[in-house]
């Protein structure tokens, strides 16, 4: 596929953000995977810019900022890391926002 511009019609590619927390709960809550491992997934507040594109739950956009995050305590939903919840948390201060590790 050549290369293109986020956000793109035809691939999955963006910062996405949803209209309402609740609309983030599959997300939060579906196993993920990369390469057979599984994915840490966090979420927050975020500002979009740029090229966007609307659907029907939210808006995937070119650029995004955080600007708060939450680390979900994932072992709750019997999917173990090897990273811990905190090292997350401390990983993600990088941003210069709040961080916050949260029950699902």
């Known amino acids: 596929m ?11 590619c963006g910062i996405y953000g949803v209209a309402t927390s609740d609309l983030a709960r ?7 995977e990369h390469a057979g491992r599984p994915v840490q997934r966090v979420f927050g507040r975020v500002r979009l810019w740029g090229r966007a594109v609307e659907g029907e739950w939210g808006w995937r956009a070119a650029f995004g900022y955080p600007e708060h995050l939450y680390v ?3 072992r709750r939903l019997g999917m173990p890391f ?18 916050e590790i949260i029950e699902v």
Do not use: M, Q
């Open 2 to 12: 050549p290369l293109h511009g986020p956000p793109n019609f035809d691939c999955r």
């Open 26 to 32: 599959p997300y939060l809550t579906s196993r993920a």
């Open 72 to 74: 979900p305590k994932h």
């Open 82 to 99: 090897r990273v811990s919840d905190a090292r997350i948390a401390e990983a993600l201060s990088v941003y210069g926002v709040p961080v």
